[in-house]
């Protein structure tokens, strides 16, 4: 039987040599992978760092990757609050860099300088013609000045201004001169108070018979209110500061003051109420309670913002609040806003009329909210400012009078017609019901009527005073005349001035709280510069001032 054994191949050299080279080549590829895998990776190269401060350089090495920060804190340098470093501590190292530092600090000096008082001189025609008298001795005022000085690496770079305050505000000298001799004296009931050189004055008893009430030379007529009783006076003070200092708006325009007349020595107390423009008055029934409206001063025309709020305030005599409250919230105002919303108290002070450029009516006063009766054509004046009639109450609280915007014909824009009527609203008993048709009583009154309604007089009946444009188409630049008509607008008559003589300037006048002479009613007013009151009847007239300085007045 034959056996079967298995083949045997035979290795030529030349697979040999191929054998043996494949077996060194992979011995060799295996200690090379050992060798690496053995082998720890050395350490990165550092880099090279020189720090600059303190007028020293101090090398450094630090490992790339870290940040400016880390290399000063690797050095011990710690960085004040105003030092700077270039390049910024966040910034991270690549390189060999150089590190400055640059030591900041700011040292505050305080200096204080006297700010001389003024010199105020007020025309008095009281006194005999080159007479003086001293009514207020002048007293400098203390400004403190804080500069701030910054010092890079302890070399001055800047040295300027930081803050200025007024520790103590100068207080003016204020003399009187004699301007010449005082005109006869009239007899006259009440209390007349007047404006005249940014002083107050009050006349009693007699018009011969007068004294300075407050005398600081700042009054500026925004606000000059006697009280119902006429015992106090509420009036503003500019707050002003010269506009080189502060600019012509640093935040006050005025501040509310008010003094007790009933005795000579008394001195006025501040109500820390600011920025009234518009209107602020006493409450009738009220006692020491005022209403007043706000504005916020603006750097562009007219100087503010109105706020057409509407604030009661009640205090005590030494000027402290006893009680506020908000009747109206700071509102737009309607059209032309921005200037502001006026308002004026019925005799009793249970009603509250309200005018705007774009209507008139009530403010009720629970519910917080205006009540419109008319609606007013607004006057488009083409300049900073907006016309708002003043309204005036009957004394018997029956009718509301004020100037009403009317269309002229013909005219393309009803908005720019010259013509304004003298106008009356019938005002309901009801605070809150409604009111009758608006009517026009004197056609072309000229938009500064100002209708002033007398006290009640004999059966019940009043009068109503008012200012008749000279040219009523021509009313916003022209002069006016008072004129005196009844409750209805009939026996209407210009008193003064006579018609040879110049008009007068735009201003709402007063009437005597009672009847002075012959029964007749007096009328006071602003005539060219000076104190005049006026017999409502037959339109004589007595000069009571000649300093030329008059402003403002009311008399109760």
Known sequence: MKENRPSTRVLTPSIRRKIFLLAGLLLAAMQLAGCMSSSPTGPAASVRVIIEADGKQLPLQVQPGVTVQGALDQAGITLNSLDRVDPPSYQIITGDLVIKITRVREVFTIQENTIPFEQKTLNNETLPEGRTLLVQPGVNGIERITYRQVFENDVEVSNVIFKTEIVLEPLPEIIMVGVQKPFAPVTIPGRLAYLTGGSAWLMEVSTGSRRPVVTTGDLDGRIFSLSPKGDWLLFSRSERKNSEESGPNDGTINSLWAIDLTEEDSRPVSLKVENVYHFAGWVPGKGLTIAYSTVEPRSTAPGWQANNDLQLLTFAPTGA????????????????????????????????????????????????????????????TGSAWAWVAEPGWAPDNSVLYFAAHAPKPGLENPEESPLFDLSGIAVSSDPLGPGGPLISIVPQSGMFAYPVPSPLMANDGYSVAFLQAIFPEQSDSKRYRLAVMDRDGSNRRVVFPPADQQGLEPQQVVWSPEPVQDGHYWIALNYQGNLWLVDSETGEAEQVTGDGLLTHFDWK
């Open 321 to 380: 609040m006893i009680k506020q409250e908000t009747i109206l919230e700071t509102n737009a105002g309607g059209v032309y806003g921005w200037w502001g919303t006026d308002f004026a108290w019925s005799r009793d002070g249970e009603m509250l009329a309200y005018s705007r450029p774009d209507s008139a009516g009530l403010v009720d006063l629970q519910n917080k909210e205006l009540i419109p009766l008319a609606d007013i054509l607004p006057f488009q």
